[in-house]
Nanobody, 120 residues
Framework: QVQLVESGGGLVQPGGSLRLSCAAS????????MGWYRQAPGNQRELVAA???????DYADSVKGRFTISRDNAKNTVSLQMNSLKPEDTAVYYC??????????????WGQGTQVTVSS
């Protein structure tokens, strides 16, 4: 089975930086999208950043210019460098991988989440 394990979360002051990492294992199709989502208390889970195996990226407007996503296709890892952190970035961050199967099926897996708290 596919497993995703996040690491790197923690407490940081406003303006600080954190780097989140996610290691995926199992039977993962090579053509896929890996990304990061976040969910704050009372809020819906939202896309933060995603990157395809081909290198295309997508960022939430709120993090553009501050966050950078990267991945290693051979290792099935994805990272999120978060700079200039703001209190509103506080959330549980989840790693995600997904790909299209044949017919109209979609395969999607989630990590357990890692807490990021931005506070002075």
């Amino acid at each position: 089975q596919v497993q995703l394990v996040e690491s790197g979360g923690g407490l940081v002051q406003p303006g600080g930086s954190l780097r989140l990492s996610c290691a995926a294992s199992g039977s993962i199709f090579s053509t896929n999208t890996m990304g990061w989502y976040r969910q704050a208390p009372g809020n819906q889970r939202e896309l933060v950043a995603a990157m395809t195996s081909g290198g295309s990226t997508d960022y939430a407007d709120s993090v553009k210019g501050r966050f950078t996503i990267s991945r290693d296709n051979a290792k099935n890892t994805v990272s999120l460098q978060m700079n200039s952190l703001k209190p509103e970035d506080t959330a549980v961050y989840y790693c995600n991988v997904k790909w299209r199967g044949f017919i109209r099926s979609t395969h999607e897996y989630w990590g357990q989440g890692t807490q990021v708290t931005v506070s002075s």
